[in-house]
C-alpha cells in the first residue's frame, strides 16, 4: 500500500482530522450572511406560509378537552337493575317515549 503524506497533497486532506486531534473539534468557518434577494424570499414565506385550523378541528379538541376532564360515571348499578327487571318480566316499556326518541335522531 501506498503512505500518504498530508502535507505534500496541497490541501486535498486538509478537511481529516489529524493524528492527536480531537474528534469534535470545530474549525473556524467564516458564517456569510443572506443576500438581500434570499432575504426578501424568506420574508415571503414567512408572511405566505400560514396555517389555518378549522373550527370544527378547535371545536373537536375543545370536547375532548371537557370530556377527558369530566369525572366518570359508573351506572353498572342502575343496569344490573333494569337487566333484572327484564329477566323477570316487570319492566314497563314505555313505547311512546322510545318512538319519540328514535324520530329525533337522525338516521
Not at 434577494?37 to 375543545?62: M, N, W
Amino acid at each position: 500500500m501506498n503512505n500518504i503524506n498530508p502535507a505534500s497533497n496541497s490541501g486535498q486532506l486538509s478537511n481529516y482530522k489529524k493524528k492527536g486531534e480531537p474528534a469534535n473539534r470545530i474549525k473556524n468557518v467564516e458564517l456569510k450572511r443572506t443576500d438581500d434577494v434570499r432575504r426578501t424570499e424568506l420574508e415571503k414565506t414567512k408572511r405566505d406560509a400560514k396555517v389555518a385550523i378549522p373550527d370544527a378541528v378547535k371545536d373537536f379538541s375543545r370536547i375532548k378537552k371537557a370530556v377527558d376532564t369530566a369525572p366518570e360515571i359508573d351506572k353498572s348499578e342502575k343496569i344490573a337493575k333494569l337487566k333484572e327487571q327484564i329477566a323477570a318480566g316487570n319492566y314497563d316499556f314505555n313505547y311512546e317515549a322510545i318512538a319519540d326518541k328514535m324520530l329525533k335522531t337522525d338516521f
